[in-house]
């Protein structure tokens, strides 16, 4: 599965978009793009994924770029409730899944 | 509540107990997942059940043993700890089959250990 970077931290405004970058270059055919995020001492929680085309859902977008190589995940009104740590991954689908979150980004929504 | 329940939410071990965790779900999901998360670092995956084989161990060792009895349950038995395996142990379940529902994982709450 293709290696993802993400910076380490972030601030947003609240009620402003947050756009959470994420670069994974060496991502193959497929591999989809899949976000999490981890509210402080909870369990990670499922937002969204996609693999090539944006997908959105009540929850956020995500936007591909038409090489693959990167994609943003868009919160477009941001709520203190959103501070959490977000995880990119890409990952093919197979069975028996090895499913590896990183150190992702830290958001912060500030009042 | 997510539909994946763990207990106990909180354990205090000694190095010399014997304790199991419990993981519940009736999502309908095949795989079963023991994630471990010590104090600000990434998630580790500990095992992974699909149909109640277990399908990945990564390198945990021998006084983590996981059972999955059947698709819904969970466990993971813990014996002669260390100080540092204190840490949040989070379940997940997911589908399994080769689609990206696959990947969605479910987790629960977590339990958070503490071995003294």
């Known amino acids: 599965d293709a290696k993802t970077t993400q910076p380490t931290s972030m601030d947003c405004a609240e009620g402003r978009a947050a756009n959470l970058p994420c670069n994974h270059s060496?991502?193959?055919?497929?591999?989809?793009v899949y976000w999490y995020r981890q509210i402080h001492s909870q369990g990670p929680q499922y937002i969204i994924h996609g693999l090539k085309n944006n997908e959105t859902n009540e929850m956020a977008s995500l936007i591909i770029t038409e090489d693959r190589k990167s994609s943003t995940l868009i919160l477009p009104h941001a709520t203190l409730r959103d501070t959490a740590v977000y995880y990119c991954i890409a990952k093919r689908v197979d069975y028996g899944q090895n499913f590896v979150f990183g150190p992702g980004t830290r958001l912060s929504v500030l009042p | 509540e997510t539909g994946v329940t763990q207990t106990p939410r909180h354990l205090v071990m000694g190095m010399t107990n014997k304790k199991s965790l419990k993981c519940e779900q009736h999502?309908?999901?095949?795989?079963m997942y023991w994630y471990k998360q010590s104090a600000k670092k990434p998630l580790e995956l500990m095992f992974v059940?699909?149909?109640?084989?277990?399908?990945e161990n990564n390198s945990v060792p021998s006084r983590f043993s996981p059972e999955c009895p059947n698709s819904s349950h969970l466990f993971l038995h813990l014996h002669t700890l260390q100080p540092e395996d204190s840490a949040l142990y989070l379940c997940?379940?997911?589908?399994?089959?080769?689609?990206?529902?696959?990947?969605?994982?479910?987790f629960g709450a977590g339990s958070r250990l503490t071995v003294l």
């Open positions: 059940y699909n149909f109640k084989e277990q399908t």
């Open positions: 997940a379940s997911s589908p399994s089959g080769a689609n990206s529902g696959a990947n969605v994982l479910t």
């Open positions: 060496t991502i193959s055919g497929n591999e989809y």
């Open positions: 999502l309908g999901h095949n795989a």
